[in-house]
């Protein structure tokens, strides 16, 4: 194979790797847009608690068709455990949007997005891509959560905070067996889903900064073509040593020689 044709089959297959970290970053930058909305009042809560049901059903729906099963075993377990979120999110909404009403807003904004970070670096990525066969990673998820129970404290209703939370689950707790159900089934419709998230974050970003939508479309540039070129380009700096070894043969100083057997 030409030198060419194999460093461009490295960066595609890097391209490809690196469509895990965008898709999640997607989901964080979404669901934190989709808070920013809810509280300035730019998307009504109950569009958000349609989009869930819709996200929920096709999720399911996906999971059955590209993964072989219902997610929960069966179909009435799969729709109890859907219905004991939903309800246990509706029962507690009204004690999420009292539990950090004496905190200032600025510091849980900042505690948000501290969290955020701190869910990007530690998510079990290996899940998505089917290097392991169970979601990992309690302390990333433990890490999103929190940062959505905190934002929805800032919520203006509790059917807001209800709409907020549950999209927040739906977004990591469910995504991620939708996503490696797709990596698994075909590995371009999991690149044409990543840019579907992306250009789906980027457009809830523009209502609240047209600037903050650039920059996270510049940190996409960076991680689709920048890094990829970058690992491609050191590659050459890689040391490899090839060759037929010769056999390890001891060697034994003179003096501890042992005596011959007298005959």
Not at 132 to 147: E, K, Q, Y
Not at 240 to 263: C, M, S, T, Y
């Given at each position: ?181 797709i990596r698994a089934a075909s590995a371009s419709c999991h690149v044409v889903t990543t840019a579907g998230l992306v250009c789906a974050a980027a457009w809830l970003l523009v209502p609240l900064s047209l600037s903050a939508s650039s920059l996270f479309m510049a940190c996409v540039f960076v991680l689709t073509f920048v890094c990829p070129a970058l690992l491609v380009s050191i590659h050459k700096y890689k040391a ?24």
């Open positions: 194979m030409p030198a060419g044709t194999s460093l461009e089959a490295n960066q595609k297959h890097i391209t490809v790797a690196l469509a895990t970290q965008k898709a999640q970053l997607a989901v964080v930058v979404a669901s934190c847009a989709v808070a920013a909305q809810l509280k300035a009042g730019i998307l009504d809560a109950t569009h958000l608690l349609l989009t869930c049901t819709l996200l929920m059903t096709a999720g399911y729906i996906t999971c059955a068709a590209l993964g072989g099963h219902l997610l929960g075993g069966s179909l009435v377990r799969g729709a109890r455990q859907g219905a004991l979120l939903v309800g246990g999110v509706a029962c507690l909404s009204p004690m999420l949007r009292t539990l950090a009403a004496t905190i200032a807003t600025d510091s849980i904004i900042a505690l948000s997005v501290a969290l955020m970070t701190a869910h990007l670096f530690l998510h079990d990525y290996n899940f998505v891509n089917s290097v392991t066969d169970r979601l990992s990673g309690a302390l990333a998820l433990a890490a999103a959560v929190l940062a959505s129970v905190l934002l929805s404290s800032t919520m203006p209703s509790e059917l807001h905070v209800f709409a907020q939370v549950l999209f927040s689950l739906l977004s990591f707790m469910l995504s991620p067996f939708v996503r490696r159900y490899k040593i090839n060759g037929p070894w010769d056999e390890a043969v001891p060697h034994i100083p003179r003096h501890l020689h042992l005596p011959p057997v007298l005959a």
